[in-house]
Every structure is written in C-alpha cells, then in structure tokens.
C-alpha cells in the first residue's frame, strides 16, 4: 500500500446534535430532582413513538436488545424446543434461545440477502421446531422475508424478527420488526440511533405485549406490588436511556437519509469495479445501511492484517464484519453446531464493511472508497 493522503475515519459515530444534548441533559436533571428513573413517563413515551413510527400496534422498552429478543421466547414458551437461527449473527441472538431454555438449529445464509431462505430453512426443520428468528443482516430486510412469514404459517411456526440492525429499514414501506409475531430492536451505541443501552419489542399480539411488561419488571403482576406471576428478571429501561432514546427516534429520518446519501455515493464509485461488489439492496426494499458490505472476490489472506494496514496507512477503520465468525464456529455453541454452513464459512471470511454514519462528509467518503481501490489495486 502506497498511500498518498491519511484521514482519521473512525468505524462509527454516534450522532446527537446540539440541541438534542442540551434536551436530554435537562430531562435528567429533572428526574434526579422527581426520583423517578425507570419506568417512568419518558418510557412510556419512548414506547409509543416508536410504535408509531414503525406501525407496530405496541412497543415494549427493555434494557438491551438481548433481553429483548429473550423475553419473547420465554412468551413462546420454547423450553425444550428447537428454534431456526441463522449462524452468520450475533452471539445474543442464539443466546437468547438457550436462556430461554431452547435449542438454537443454526441456517445457512443466502449469499444475495446475507439473511437466511425458505431453502435453507426447510434443510434444518425438525419435529422440534417452534419457530424461526429471522435476522435482518446489516439493515437489510431481505426480499425473501413474505416468502419466509408464509412459509412458517404454512409449517405451523411462528417467526420471531430479530431487528437490531433494521432501525427505519424498509420493505413495500412496512417496517423491520413489523412482519413476524414480534420484532426486537438494540439501541447499543454502535447501532443507527441509541438509548446508550436499551432496546425494544415490537408486537401486535396483546399476549405478548402484556407478559412482555410482566417479564421485563421482575415478574411482577403490578410495578406497586411484590406479587411475582412470571419467572422474569430486571430487564427494565432507565428513565435516562429512555430520554436518549427519545431524541434519537425523533432524530431518525435525518439520521436514515444523511446514512443514504454516504450509501448511495459507495454504490455509484464501487458500481463497476473489477475486485468485488456491494450488497445490493433491491428497489422495493429500504435499508438504513447499519453496515456497508463489500465482498471482494478473493478471500483476503489474513483481514486481520489487511484492516489494521489500512487504518495505519489511510486512516481508515473499517467496521465489524456480519459477522467475522458464524455462530457454529463458537467455543460456546459447539453442542449445537452440528451441519455444514459452505456459503457462511466462505462470506463470514471474505466480506468487509465500509465505515459510514450521518455526520461523514463527502471528502471522508471521497478519502474511505480511493483508499480501498488502491488497497486492492495495490
């Protein structure tokens, strides 16, 4: 690599202008002064303007994404039951199934979406299923996902919508999170818009909104009683993530159409290159861009070496993969890894992913896709 130019690009970067701190700092001070820190009114205002903003009839805040897809299962009653997820996401994904006392039967993935298929998913079907977390890799809500609802209702198994990545992405104009039975949603730093911790469940089953409320509070029948009616856990949001959350969904479509821009922008430059291709998102489908795939042709020898070479000569960091090691290559799920996964092993090794978040300027971005055709030019 013989770079001419080096730019400080960090991977991510969370967006908060001005005055949504100043907004936030004075709704803490106002609940330190009231004492009123967890479930409180700014939650359940968080809740019902993310429900409105996705269509969801309603909306539980929780206090991570994990828990979110967790409580759920616990709803679906899956102990002892097997459960469809995909190898190429995250570790919280199929953790959630074994804490809830399921069996995660990890899916291969489809090398155009980088979600899972009816084909892929029909491989796995045992006499155990219950259903399927179908995950939305990258913001992308795959083409595929009426394909695989209707499958599921034809195979009797509800389909469970791990959104985490999805925030404000798009398919036919309905929302990630919005197809299945329920959808969870994180709101970790690193995700298009953040509570600092948190996340959400999205449903329009009243059973699964009610026992959710139940699950996330300990149990409790009521929040002013010690009467314990579910085996729950203390999975609430803090009136402080929840005000972070609130200007962040308010802060949402200028966060989605500045990531579009940088995306649209990597498609023209990266559109007829000779050393790999982009994830192409298709015309009916709306991605918020959470990661900018690009999947070279040859497998890298050692990525490794290649990302940190590139910080240290451009200045460039390049985001987490989706993911670097698939699920059935984890110390931790070697009893459940049981199958061959060939398109995951191959793409899990070979992709990387662009930086890209709202405040990037059109020089950053100029800087991001000149490094990386004399990268591989070079």
Request: proline share 5%; net charge neutral.
């Amino acid at each position: 690599m013989s770079y001419q130019t080096k730019m400080n690009i960090p991977p991510v970067k969370a967006y908060f202008p001005e005055e949504d701190k100043n907004w936030v700092a004075e709704k803490i001070k106002e609940m330190l002064g009231s004492g009123m820190l967890t479930l409180g009114a700014l939650g359940k205002e968080f809740e019902k303007e993310f429900a409105a903003f996705t269509g969801a009839q309603y909306a539980v805040a929780v206090n991570s994404g994990t828990s979110a897809i967790e409580i759920p299962l616990r709803v679906l009653d899956i102990a002892g039951k097997d459960v469809l997820v995909p190898t190429n996401t995250f570790f919280a994904t199929a953790a959630a199934v074994v804490h809830a006392g399921g069996n995660p039967v990890f899916v291969d993935m489809n090398p155009e979406t980088f979600a899972i298929s009816t084909a892929e998913l029909e491989k796995r079907l045992t006499p155990k299923t219950a259903g399927v977390i179908l995950v939305h890799i990258a913001g992308l809500v795959s083409h595929q996902t009426p394909e695989i609802i209707d499958w599921c209702k034809q195979k009797g198994l509800w389909c469970l919508e791990d959104a985490a990545h999805a925030h404000g992405s798009t398919l036919n104009g309905k929302h990630a999170g919005t197809f299945g039975i329920a959808g969870t949603l994180s709101f970790y730093p690193t995700k298009i818009m953040t509570s600092g911790e948190g996340g959400m469940i999205l449903t329009n089953d009243k059973k699964i909104f009610e026992e959710a409320q139940l699950y996330r509070d300990q149990g409790k029948t009521s929040f002013l009683t010690n009467t314990h009616g579910k085996m729950g856990y203390n999975w609430r949001m803090s009136e402080p993530n929840a005000a972070i959350g609130l200007v962040q969904i308010r802060r949402l479509p200028e966060i989605l159409k500045k990531r579009a821009a940088i995306a649209k922008f990597y498609d023209e430059s990266l559109a007829n290159c000779d050393f790999g291709k982009a994830l192409k998102v298709p015309s009916d489908s709306f991605s918020n861009y959470y990661k900018y795939i690009f999947v070279p042709n040859k497998q890298l020898q050692d990525r490794g070496a290649f990302k940190k070479a590139f910080k240290e000569k451009t200045g460039v960091s390049l985001t987490g993969e989706v993911y670097e090691l698939p699920l059935h290559k984890q110390p931790v799920f070697q009893q459940w890894s049981g199958g061959s996964f060939p398109v995951a092993d191959d793409l899990c090794a070979r992709h990387i992913c662009l930086p890209l978040f709202p405040s990037m300027t059109a020089e950053e971005a100029t800087h991001v896709i000149a490094s990386l055709k004399e990268a591989f030019h070079g």
